[in-house]
C-alpha cells in the first residue's frame, strides 16, 4: 500500500479554492442581504434618496394584521407542501431506481414538470381551472360552483396541490439518486433472512435514505417559504388576502406600494425564518455530523 493510500502527506485543499466560490457567494447574497438589512431602516420610495426612519418599519410590520396572516399561510403551504411531497416523492424515487420494464421512459415523462417554470405553470392551472371554461365548471356536482380560487381552504388547497404536482418531481429525482447508491448487499442479506418488498423498504430503503430525507425536507421549506410566482399568477393573494404569503406580501409593499423599506423588512424577515428553520432542521436531525449510511463507511 502506497503511502497516499494511507493517508500519509495529504492534505486538505487549500482556502484558494473556495475562494471563486466564496467571492461570488459575497458578491451575489451576503452584500445583497446587507443593502436589504440597511433599507429595512429607511423610508424609500425607489425614486428619492432613501431617508433613515429608525424601526418604523419594523413597529408597522408587528402590527399589521396582513402581515401576521401571510406569515401563518406561509407556514401552513410549507407544511403542506412537506406532508405531501415526501412521501410520494420517496416512492417515486424509489420505483424509479429500480429495473422496472418502461421505467425510464414512464420517469422521463413524469418529469416533465421539471422542464417548466413556475409562471408556466401557473398559467396552464389558471386556465385549467377557470371557474367558467375550465374543468370545475364542468364537474360542478364535485366543485360546486366551480370557482375553488373563490374560498381561503379552495385557494389554499390549489396553492399546495400545484406545489406537489411540479416539485415533486424534483425530489422524486433526488431520492432516487439516494436509492441507487444504497449498498445491494443490505437488500441480499435482508432476503436471506426472509425480508419481504414491504420490510425491506421499511428497515433497508428508508434509513439508508435518512440523509436524503433531510437534505429534501430543507429544500422543500426554502421553496415554500419563497413562494411567489405561483401565488401572483394563481389567486393575486385572494380572495381578499386569505392566500397572501410573505414574499406576495412584500412584493405588495415594496413594488406596488412603493415602500420599498416595509418591503425590505419582510424579505428579512424571510430570510431569517428560512434559516432559523433550516438549521433547526439540520441540527436536530444530526444532519450536521454527515455520517454515512453506506456499509463499512
Same mark, same amino acid.
Given at each position: 500500500?502506497?503511502?497516499?493510500?494511507?493517508?500519509?502527506?495529504?492534505?486538505?485543499?487549500?482556502?484558494?479554492?473556495?475562494?471563486?466560490?466564496?467571492?461570488?457567494?459575497?458578491?451575489?447574497?451576503? *452584500? #445583497? !442581504? &446587507? /443593502?436589504? +438589512?440597511?433599507?429595512?431602516?429607511?423610508? =424609500?420610495?425607489?425614486?428619492?434618496? %432613501?431617508? $433613515?426612519?429608525?424601526?418604523?418599519?419594523?413597529?408597522?410590520?408587528?402590527?399589521?394584521?396582513?402581515?401576521?396572516?401571510?406569515?401563518?399561510?406561509?407556514?401552513?403551504?410549507?407544511?403542506?407542501?412537506?406532508?405531501?411531497?415526501?412521501?410520494?416523492?420517496?416512492?417515486?424515487?424509489?420505483?424509479?431506481?429500480?429495473?422496472?420494464?418502461?421505467?425510464?421512459?414512464?420517469?422521463?415523462?413524469?418529469? *416533465? #414538470? !421539471? &422542464? /417548466?417554470? +413556475?409562471?408556466?405553470?401557473?398559467?396552464? =392551472?389558471?386556465?385549467?381551472?377557470? %371557474?367558467? $371554461?375550465?374543468?370545475?365548471?364542468?364537474?360542478?356536482?364535485?366543485?360546486?360552483?366551480?370557482?375553488?380560487?373563490?374560498?381561503?381552504?379552495?385557494?389554499?388547497?390549489?396553492?399546495?396541490?400545484?406545489?406537489?404536482?411540479?416539485?415533486?418531481?424534483?425530489?422524486?429525482?433526488?431520492?432516487?439518486?439516494?436509492?441507487?447508491?444504497?449498498?445491494?448487499?443490505?437488500?441480499?442479506?435482508?432476503?436471506?433472512?426472509?425480508?419481504?418488498?414491504?420490510?425491506?423498504?421499511?428497515?433497508?430503503?428508508?434509513?439508508?435514505?435518512?440523509?436524503?430525507?433531510?437534505?429534501?425536507?430543507?429544500?422543500?421549506?426554502?421553496?415554500?417559504?419563497?413562494?411567489?410566482?405561483?401565488?401572483?399568477?394563481?389567486?393575486?393573494?385572494?380572495?381578499?388576502?386569505?392566500?397572501?404569503?410573505?414574499?406576495?406580501?412584500?412584493?405588495?409593499?415594496?413594488?406596488?406600494?412603493?415602500?420599498?423599506?416595509?418591503?425590505?423588512?419582510?424579505?428579512?424577515?424571510?430570510?431569517?425564518?428560512?434559516?432559523?428553520?433550516?438549521?433547526?432542521?439540520?441540527?436536530?436531525?444530526?444532519?450536521?455530523?454527515?455520517?454515512?449510511?453506506?456499509?463499512?463507511?
Amino acid at each position: 500500500m502506497t503511502a497516499q493510500q494511507k493517508g500519509v502527506g495529504v492534505t486538505r485543499p487549500g482556502f484558494a479554492w473556495a475562494a471563486p466560490a466564496a467571492v461570488f457567494f459575497a458578491l451575489f447574497a451576503l *452584500v #445583497p !442581504l &446587507l /443593502l436589504v +438589512a440597511v433599507l429595512s431602516f429607511t423610508s =424609500w420610495n425607489g425614486i428619492n434618496e %432613501p431617508t $433613515f426612519n429608525g424601526l418604523d418599519n419594523w413597529t408597522a410590520l408587528v402590527h399589521d394584521p396582513v402581515m401576521i396572516q401571510s406569515i401563518w399561510t406561509t407556514l401552513l403551504l410549507t407544511a403542506l407542501g412537506v406532508a405531501a411531497q415526501t412521501p410520494v416523492s420517496i416512492l417515486l424515487g424509489v420505483w424509479a431506481a429500480g429495473h422496472q420494464r418502461n421505467r425510464a421512459v414512464l420517469s422521463a415523462i413524469y418529469f *416533465v #414538470p !421539471l &422542464l /417548466l417554470s +413556475a409562471t408556466a405553470v401557473s398559467v396552464v =392551472w389558471r386556465a385549467v381551472l377557470d %371557474p367558467n $371554461f375550465g374543468v370545475p365548471s364542468q364537474l360542478t356536482w364535485l366543485f360546486g360552483d366551480g370557482n375553488l380560487l373563490g374560498t381561503r381552504s379552495g385557494a389554499i388547497g390549489v396553492l399546495a396541490f400545484v406545489g406537489v404536482w411540479q416539485f415533486t418531481p424534483l425530489h422524486a429525482l433526488i431520492y432516487q439518486g439516494g436509492a441507487r447508491a444504497i449498498p445491494r448487499v443490505l437488500y441480499q442479506a435482508a432476503a436471506i433472512d426472509g425480508a419481504g418488498r414491504a420490510r425491506q423498504f421499511l428497515h433497508v430503503t428508508l434509513p439508508q435514505l435518512r440523509n436524503t430525507v433531510i437534505t429534501s425536507t430543507v429544500l422543500m421549506v426554502v421553496g415554500g417559504l419563497t413562494t411567489f410566482d405561483t401565488v401572483l399568477i394563481l389567486t393575486q393573494g385572494g380572495p381578499g388576502t386569505d392566500s397572501t404569503v410573505s414574499a406576495y406580501y412584500m412584493y405588495q409593499k415594496a413594488f406596488k406600494g412603493f415602500d420599498f423599506g416595509a418591503g425590505s423588512a419582510i424579505a428579512l424577515v424571510l430570510v431569517v425564518v428560512a434559516t432559523l428553520i433550516s438549521l433547526a432542521v439540520v441540527r436536530f436531525t444530526g444532519y450536521d455530523e454527515m455520517r454515512s449510511t453506506a456499509e463499512g463507511i
